[in-house]
Structure formats: C-alpha cells, structure tokens
C-alpha cells in the first residue's frame, strides 16, 4: 500500500464547499485590512492563494478538487498584451503616504491596486494564472510567480534566508520607475519632497497581491452561491494619498 494513502479518507464535496468559503473569507478579512490602510496584511493572503490554484505532483489545489475543468472564467484587471508592451505594470498608481510602522523615512511611497471596472475581462484559469501582470524588459512577474514567490519566499508561509532577486527589486523600489521630481510635480507630490529629488516607489507586489484577490473574490462570487459579504473600499486609500498627481505605467514598444 502506497503509504502516502494509508489512513487517509476521501473529502467529500460538502468539506471541499466549506473550505472554499473559508478560504474566501480570509481574503476578503485581509483585502478589508489592506482597504483601510494596512497594506502588508495582503501578504497573508498569498497563503490562501496557493492553496486554492497551485497544483503540484505532491499536492492537489482547491481549485482542481472544485472539478470545474475549464468552465471557470477568471475575472481579469490587466489586460496584458505581451507583443504591445515593453513597460507594464497592470492597474496599479503611485501613491505617498505619511511614514508607517515598518517605515525609517518620513513618507512611504508605493503602489495602490486602484480598478477600473470597464477595462476587465474574463480569461481561462491557465491563461488567468499564467497571466502577467508586470513586465520590465525581459523581467516578467505573473499572478502565479507573484503569488508563489509571496508564499514560499517572502513571509506568506515562510520567509527565506534568500529571496529571488527579481522580486526583491519590486520591493525595494527598482522596478523601472522612478520620479525626478521638477518644481510642478513636487508640489503635486505633497510635502517633503524637493526639487530634483528622485522618488522610488516601493511594494508593488502588495498591489499585484490586492489585484488577484479581488478577481479571485469577484470570480468565486460569480460562479458560486456563496453567503459572502464583500465589499471593497479602493477610495479610501486613493483619496487619502498625499500625492495629486498619480499614475499607472505603461511603455510602447516602438
């Protein structure tokens, strides 16, 4: 008898069900967080997005155990087109905060996943989870990369000692963009910032991570009757952000 199986008993599909709301709802408690200002609580949520769509030889994704095959159409944000884009950074704007806890500057500069509900789309799960949602040159993150590298690496599920160099980047600010600020745009910016001054924008993962947890939310709430209650607050972040002006990146190959 193979030993992986020994002792174990088939779920049956209502414990499938009851896994999926709990799953559903321990996103919607970390996007909620994230609403309300508290951005790193989204890295939780890469946790629970791997067990609903990773699949692997040693283990079964929720996803799969759902039997949906390919009826399942993934609510999109990024509507990527990979022969149009050189720079690609998906739904996501620059935002400057008032320093936080885990911050030694002043001012925390980032990214807010802010949606656009006209510019969506539904996709397959394959080409959903294998779709990009960044791209910098030759440097491509996926929903996929981005959440297994948020999982296994950087604090989902466990922190390594070494985190991929790529994602590092994403996190520390290196990911194509940067402001030099002139004598117009550092007032726009909001106060601290100086003429001249180059500004980084840091946790772009964080947004990318906030972006597959609304289509994942948005997806299941559509495709199932689930008693769930989300209600996703973009505004509040985006209106209280120091900056008046504030963009999403995007570069056309020539």
Not at 18 to 37: E, P, R, T, V
Not at 95 to 118: G, Q, V
Not at 165 to 191: E, H, V, Y
Request: net charge positive; glycine share 6%; no cysteine.
């Amino acid at each position: 008898m193979n030993k992986n199986k020994k002792n174990k008993t088939k779920r049956l599909p209502q414990d499938i069900r009851k896994q999926l709301i709990i799953s559903l709802q321990d996103l919607i408690n970390d996007a909620k967080l994230y609403d309300s200002g508290n951005f790193h609580s989204i890295n939780r949520s890469a946790n629970t997005l791997r067990l609903l769509f990773h699949q692997t030889n040693q283990s079964v994704s929720l996803l799969s155990q759902l039997e949906l095959g390919k009826k399942l159409r993934l609510v999109d944000y990024s509507n990527f087109y990979p022969d149009d884009y050189e720079i690609f950074m998906s739904s996501v704007f620059t935002a400057r905060f008032n320093k936080n806890i885990l911050t030694t500057d002043d001012y925390y500069n980032t990214f807010l996943f802010y949606p656009n509900d006209s510019n969506t789309g539904l996709l397959l799960f394959k080409e959903w989870w294998n779709g990009t949602v960044y791209k910098l040159g030759d440097t491509i993150f996926t929903r996929k990369s981005i959440v297994l590298i948020s999982a296994n690496q950087n604090g989902g599920s466990h922190f390594d000692p070494n985190l991929d160099t790529s994602f590092l980047n994403l996190i520390i600010g290196k990911t194509g963009f940067q402001m030099i600020t002139t004598q117009l745009n550092s007032i726009a910016m909001g106060p601290g910032v100086n003429e001249g001054e180059s500004i980084y924008f840091y946790d772009i993962h964080l947004a990318y991570l906030r972006q597959i947890v609304h289509e994942t939310i948005l997806t299941f709430l559509r495709t199932f009757d689930l008693n769930l209650e989300y209600y996703p607050d973009f505004d509040y972040n985006f209106n209280r952000k120091l900056n008046q002006l504030s963009g999403s990146i995007k570069a056309i190959k020539n």
